[in-house]
């Protein structure tokens, strides 16, 4: 069984920080390009960024500078370092374990709620 269990996340001031953490089993860690997508009330879910199997990152223009995605292959966990906060991060946030190949499948966690108050 698949699973990818984000946790990290609440209520936090602007220009707090937060680290959310994704632990994901039932599939090789090692070998998935990972990302962290948000999806805030009434919006639709948006990539915040993501890594490649050899640690290289992209990020939304919103988030460069303030957040990092990191991986620990042997702890088969993805981060995401959050500095900076404003009031627009507010959102519920979710990992995703992405494909190389036509025989894999996506999977997604189940998302944590990180919520910035002025």
């Known amino acids: 069984q698949v699973q990818l269990v984000e946790s990290g996340g609440g209520l936090v001031q602007a220009g707090g920080s937060l680290r959310l953490s994704c632990v994901v089993s039932g599939i090789t860690f090692s070998v998935r390009p990972m990302g962290w997508h948000r999806q805030a009330p009434g919006k639709e879910r948006e990539l915040v960024g993501d890594?490649?199997?050899?640690?290289?990152?992209n990020y939304a223009d919103s988030v460069k500078g303030r957040f990092t995605i990191s991986r620990d292959n042997a702890k088969n966990t993805l981060y995401l370092q959050m500095n900076s906060l404003k009031p627009e991060d507010t959102a519920v946030y979710y990992c995703n374990a992405k494909t190389v190949n036509s025989y894999q499948r996506e999977y997604w966690g189940q998302g944590t709620q990180v919520t910035v108050s002025e």
């Open positions: 890594i490649s199997l050899g640690g290289t990152t």
